[in-house]
Structure formats: C-alpha cells, structure tokens
C-alpha cells in the first residue's frame, strides 16, 4: 500500500486521477489532494470519503511514496524537486520535463523499460503524442517508419474548464442569435475549428505541433523519424482524435496492419465503416483504449498507410496513463 498525493487535484485532470486510482483499485494508504491556495480546504470525494484539499507547498510531501502532478509545468518545475527530495517518485503531467534526456517519457504499452533506472521523476506524454505511439509502436516494430504526417483534432476539455463553458455558452448564443464574444481563444470555437494550439514560432509550426513531433520520437527511441504535425483545436467537449499518413521502411498491407493492431496492448480496433463503424470521440469518451480505425493503404506512397484513431484526452492522453505509470513502477519492483 502506497501514499499517494495528487497535484493539481481539483482541475480536470487532477479530479479523473482520482477516479482512475478508485476504478484500478491503486493501493492507496493515504490519499492527499494538493492544490493552490485558493482550493484549500475544498472537499474531494474519493472511495465514497470526503478529503480535503491541502495547500501544495514544498513541504506538502512528507510521507508521499507516489506524487501524480498535473498543474502546469511552473509549479512542477518549483515543487517536483522537493517532492523527490521527500522521498517521492513523481509523475509528471506538464511538458515541464519531456525532453530532459535523463528524465524517461513513458506510455507504459510502448516502452516501459525506460522507466527502470528513473532517477525520481517520470514524464508523462502529451495528449496526443501518448495515443499517437500506442497506434504506431506496433506498426514500428513489425515493419519499421520512415515518415508520418498527423493532423489531430483537439478537444477543447485539453484547454480547461474554461473552454469546455465557452464552447457550450458559444454554441447556445448562436443558436439563440447572441452569441458571446470569445475570451480562452482568439476566434468563436462553436461551429468552428482553430488550426492554433500553443504559440507559432519563427517556422511556422506551433509548440503543441513540435510537443507531438518530439515526444513522439523520444518514445518510440527514433529520433530520425520525420514527423510534421498539424494540430486543430474543434468543438468537441472530450477526446482528441487524428488521422494518420505513415511512411513505413518495409511495405505493410492494410490487412496487416489490422492484424498486429488487433492484438496490440491499449489498442481497441473499430474498422468496419461499410457498416459505420470506426472510431470517434463520443464513443472514446469515458474509455482508457485508443480506438483505431479507417485503415487503408496510402493511394499515394508505395509503402504508405493512412489510419484514424480517437482517444479520451483526460484519460489515456493523461490521468490514466500516469496511474498506469504507477502500477508499472510498482508491479516491476521499480518504484
């Protein structure tokens, strides 16, 4: 049994590792929700108890075995240290330590091995780049890639609370004929899409798109795989999706590749569209699995194959994914 502190505990993402720790059956002993000042003293409910919200502060740690954080990077910047220095392992939510070549970035379906060894914090992937490689790592290992181009279609949950109330408050005003000028992003999300997820720099792409690029060949150990990503923010209140164009080193029919997808860990396949099955965010919704689908030979590549998936961006893309992180670091003796 295992002391664990959620940071960040009454955001979207904090509040689903709560749930996930209850459905999973983690061992928790102790269950400390941590939070900024102005949440202290909030009750969460967590296995039918009340739990009350503590004040997230360098000495919040004492006695914490698993730290989950997800409070933007800033504060995992300040308070990840002190809580290693107390003893903890922490599991990192923002993009705060991705990159930090001595800081493994783990999908425990796609390379939990990099996980032994940690030197007290564990990086936990981007929303998209985490259901990204639980498609490709199969595909990888069987045939190898060249190349992959994603465009991914965002829900606003992946911005906040706030998104999720502007995208719903947009939609009745323009139903209504009064629709309310926009404040999370810079252009009405309702009955729109956004091709702008972070800031653009000097090339073009975005930080959200070089997030995907990046962490996706960190975690699949290729950092020679051309990737270019484009990433749209739509008016979906939950779970991301993408569609995928793969370059692959060896030729690899569609057949195929629903073969080793079918029995790949993570991966629920949804590919029958002659009968309008295939994978979309209402039925990702509330799910852990990445559900892949429309698999087809690229028409334009020899050794192209396109593909779409959709996954729960608040499960899979991050709570989910950090709890199953835990139970690795348990489960191999690791922690």
Same mark, same amino acid.
């Given at each position: 049994?295992?002391?664990?502190?959620?940071?960040?505990?009454?955001?979207?993402?904090?509040?689903?590792?709560?749930?996930?720790?209850?459905?999973?059956?983690?061992?928790?002993?102790?269950?400390?929700?941590?939070?900024?000042?102005?949440?202290?003293?909030?009750?969460?409910?967590?296995?039918?108890?009340?739990?009350?919200?503590?004040?997230?502060?360098?000495?919040?740690?004492?006695?914490?075995?698993?730290?989950?954080?997800?409070?933007?990077?800033?504060?995992?910047?300040?308070?990840?240290?002190?809580?290693? $220095?107390?003893?903890?392992?922490?599991?990192?939510?923002?993009? /705060?330590?991705?990159?930090?070549? @001595?800081? #493994? &970035? =783990? !999908?425990?379906?796609?390379? $939990?091995?990099?996980?032994?060894?940690?030197?007290?914090?564990? /990086?936990?992937?981007?929303?998209? @780049?985490? #259901? &990204? =490689? !639980?498609?490709?790592?199969?595909?990888?290992?069987?045939?190898?890639?060249?190349?992959?181009?994603?465009?991914?279609?965002?829900?606003?949950?992946?911005?906040?609370?706030?998104?999720?109330?502007?995208?719903?408050?947009?939609?009745?005003?323009?139903?209504?004929?009064?629709?309310?000028?926009?404040?999370?992003?810079?252009?009405?999300?309702?009955?729109?899409?956004?091709?702008?997820?972070?800031?653009?720099?000097?090339?073009?792409?975005?930080?959200?798109?070089?997030?995907?690029?990046?962490?996706?060949?960190?975690?699949?150990?290729?950092?020679?795989?051309?990737?270019?990503?484009?990433?749209?923010?739509?008016?979906?209140?939950?779970?991301?999706?993408?569609?995928?164009?793969?370059?692959?080193?060896?030729?690899?029919?569609?057949?195929?590749?629903?073969?080793?997808?079918?029995?790949?860990?993570?991966?629920?396949?949804?590919?029958?569209?002659?009968?309008?099955?295939?994978?979309?965010?209402?039925?990702?919704?509330?799910?852990?699995?990445?559900?892949?689908?429309?698999?087809?030979?690229?028409?334009?590549?020899?050794?192209?194959?396109?593909?779409?998936?959709?996954?729960?961006?608040?499960?899979?893309?991050?709570?989910?994914?950090?709890?199953?992180?835990?139970?690795?670091?348990?489960?191999?003796?690791?922690?």
């Amino acid at each position: 049994m295992f002391n664990v502190a959620v940071v960040g505990a009454t955001g979207a993402v904090g509040g689903t590792m709560l749930r996930v720790l209850e459905e999973r059956g983690f061992p928790v002993t102790e269950l400390r929700p941590l939070a900024s000042e102005r949440s202290e003293g909030r009750r969460l409910d967590y296995l039918g108890q009340p739990r009350t919200v503590r004040r997230l502060t360098e000495d919040a740690f004492e006695g914490i075995q698993i730290a989950l954080f997800s409070a933007g990077g800033a504060r995992s910047k300040q308070f990840a240290p002190a809580a290693v $220095e107390a003893g903890a392992v922490v599991i990192d939510n923002s993009s /705060a330590y991705r990159m930090d070549p @001595a800081v #493994p &970035l =783990v !999908v425990p379906e796609v390379n $939990e091995s990099a996980l032994e060894g940690h030197s007290g914090i564990v /990086a936990n992937p981007n929303c998209v @780049a985490a #259901p &990204l =490689v !639980v498609a490709l790592k199969p595909l990888a290992d069987a045939v190898g890639l060249e190349r992959l181009i994603v465009a991914s279609y965002q829900s606003v949950s992946g911005t906040g609370a706030a998104a999720v109330e502007e995208l719903l408050a947009q939609s009745r005003g323009h139903l209504a004929g009064d629709e309310p000028e926009p404040s999370v992003y810079p252009h009405p999300i309702a009955f729109n899409v956004l091709p702008h997820i972070d800031a653009f720099d000097a090339t073009g792409y975005t930080g959200e798109e070089r997030k995907v690029a990046d962490e996706t060949r960190k975690m699949l150990g290729l950092p020679d795989l051309r990737v270019s990503a484009t990433c749209v923010r739509v008016p979906v209140v939950q779970a991301h999706s993408a569609a995928i164009q793969i370059e692959t080193t060896e030729k690899i029919t569609a057949e195929r590749a629903r073969e080793l997808l079918m029995g790949a860990p993570g991966v629920v396949l949804v590919d029958e569209p002659q009968l309008n099955r295939y994978p979309m965010p209402r039925e990702a919704h509330g799910r852990d699995d990445v559900l892949v689908g429309r698999i087809r030979e690229d028409a334009s590549h020899p050794r192209g194959l396109a593909l779409w998936l959709s996954s729960d961006n608040l499960r899979k893309g991050a709570a989910t994914n950090a709890v199953q992180i835990a139970e690795s670091l348990v489960t191999r003796g690791w922690l």
